[in-house]
Nanobody, 121 residues
Framework: QVQLEESGGGSVQAGGSLRLSCAAS????????MGWFRQAPGKEREFVAG????????AYVASVKGRFTISRDNAKNTMYLQMNFLKPEDTAVYYC??????????????WGQGTQVTVSS
């Protein structure tokens, strides 16, 4: 049974940093892209960042470019999201996803349970 588990969420003040991790277990993911999505109260889940299987290509939503960095360590089956210069509008539940496509989409094959990120002004 494939499982994705996020960690690293929490509460920070605006301008602060957090590092999210997503650990995959129960299988290997050759060819799977991975990514981060978020969902704020009353809003739809949105793509935040994605990374290809090789890690050579990444993608970001415009609102986090220059502030967030996605990376992965396939030897550890783990993906990361370094979030700097956080803003109150980054507040959301963050989900990791894995999908056998070049970049993850909202229809991801596997999802984690989510981790809360709260940024106060």
């Amino acid at each position: 049974q494939v499982q994705l588990e996020e960690s690293g969420g929490g509460s920070v003040q605006a301008g602060g940093s957090l590092r999210l991790s997503c650990a995959a277990s129960g299988g290997t993911f050759p060819g799977y892209s991975m990514g981060w999505f978020r969902q704020a109260p009353g809003k739809e889940r949105e793509f935040v960042a994605g990374i290809t299987w090789s890690g050579r290509s990444t993608a970001y939503v415009a609102s986090v470019k220059g502030r967030f960095t996605i990376s992965r360590d396939n030897a550890k089956n783990t993906m990361y999201l370094q979030m700097n210069f956080l803003k109150p509008e980054d507040t959301a539940v963050y989900y990791c996803a894995a999908e056998k496509t070049p970049m993850p989409t909202i229809t991801g094959d596997y999802w984690g349970q989510g981790t809360q990120v709260t940024v106060s002004s």
